[in-house]
């Protein structure tokens, strides 16, 4: 979240590059933000269609007394691994514009320093 908000102030001086209007800047950015919300939802609903599978969303419980197992669908699993796998590739992406920008703007004591830090 930190490198999200981070990101976006920067972004809003990016994005403003090579429009002409403010309409053509403001449209492009709220859209993007939106998709950025909005394609998770899209791709676990197109990956249930496609895969035909009926979802009851619940697990199973054997006994009362007994212990309590719970059966973890394979859908469940790949959403999590991909969740995981995505939000790391993002969190990798963002360290290395900030290291890559600490070293190009800031000199290579100071990039040093960042990548220090980044990596404690």
Not at 51 to 77: H, I, L, Q, Y
């Amino acid at each position: 979240a930190c490198a999200f908000f981070l990101l976006l102030f920067e972004a809003t001086h990016l994005i403003g590059e090579g429009w002409a209007t403010e309409v053509d800047v403001l449209w492009r950015w709220g859209a993007m933000v939106l998709a950025g919300f909005a394609l998770p939802a899209v791709i676990d609903v197109s990956v249930h269609a496609g895969s035909g599978e009926g979802s009851s969303g619940e697990g199973t419980s054997e006994d009362a007394d007994a212990a309590v197992s719970v059966v973890v669908e394979p859908r469940s699993k790949a959403r999590l691994i991909g969740a995981v796998l995505l939000g790391d590739f993002f969190h990798n992406l963002c360290d290395g514009f900030f290291l890559g920008a600490a070293f190009k703007g800031c000199g290579t004591g100071f990039g040093w320093g960042v990548t220090l830090g980044t990596v404690l």
